[in-house]
């Protein structure tokens, strides 16, 4: 399937970067005969407007729009909360969206499904606004860190970060949910496994200021 991604934004570039755009539309996505081809996009969502017909997406550093029907931007608001939340706008939070498109009969880009992804403005995965928040305070204090995706069963807990400028490596936990048994639970287990392994850990609780995320000398002890 053909795809295509925003490059980089460089004021220079951006006359080759719409021919190219323009390229894909035509050369890879046109129909051909009775054959409708469709094709990837990826790119930064700069925002999401409804129009008299349908709602418009603008990518950012691009001067086209891709166009959705109410009834699938309504679908993929429920699929993808935090992408899509008023709160997503914050904490220089970014949002990466990967578009199966076709083109209509009048030469628009129409999104036929999609997948969204809240990221910080390095674009490190965040499943809300406020890990977003933490990324960018950890990056710019000059931590080094990782953020784990995927829960592969190797270990107990799955921190929101993992610092890898420590030994042994710390965790970072963002609290944001309040009055939740599970919950609570599962943050004691992750403070009792961090402690037994001697390992620092640093947590936020969202409804607090966020805590200094720079590096100390000595050990990191839960708050």
């Not at 997503?88 to 578009?99: I, K, N, Y």
């Not at 999104?111 to 960018?136: C, G, H």
């Not at 919950?183 to 609780?205: P, T």
Request: aromatic share 10%; charged share 25%; net charge positive.
């Amino acid at each position: 399937m053909p795809y295509t991604s925003c490059p980089p934004f460089r004021e220079e570039y951006a006359r080759r970067n719409s021919a190219a755009f323009e390229t894909f539309c035509v050369a890879r996505l046109k129909r051909r005969g009775d054959a409708q081809r469709r094709g990837l996009i990826l790119g930064e969502i700069r925002y999401v407007r409804p129009t008299r017909h349908c709602v418009r997406y603008a990518l950012a550093y691009h001067r086209g729009a891709l166009f959705a029907t109410a009834a699938l931007d309504q679908r993929l608001r429920r699929s993808y909360r935090s992408a899509f939340s008023e709160a997503s706008t914050e904490h220089e939070a970014h949002r990466v969206g990967l578009f199966l498109v076709e083109l209509s009969p009048k030469g628009n880009v129409i999104v036929v499904d999609m997948a969204a992804m809240l990221v910080s403005k390095l674009d490190i995965p965040a499943d809300t606004s406020n890990e977003v928040a933490m990324a960018n305070a950890l990056a710019g204090a000059g931590r080094a860190y990782v953020k784990p995706v995927r829960y592969d069963g190797s270990d107990l807990v799955f921190p929101d970060f993992l610092l890898t400028d420590t030994h042994p490596h710390s965790y970072v936990e963002v609290y944001g949910i309040h009055g939740r048994a599970s919950y609570d639970q599962r943050k004691r287990a992750k403070q009792a496994h961090c402690q037994g392994r001697g390992a620092g850990l640093i947590e936020w609780d969202v409804a607090d200021a966020i805590p200094d995320v720079r590096r100390r000398l000595g050990a990191w002890h839960p708050s």
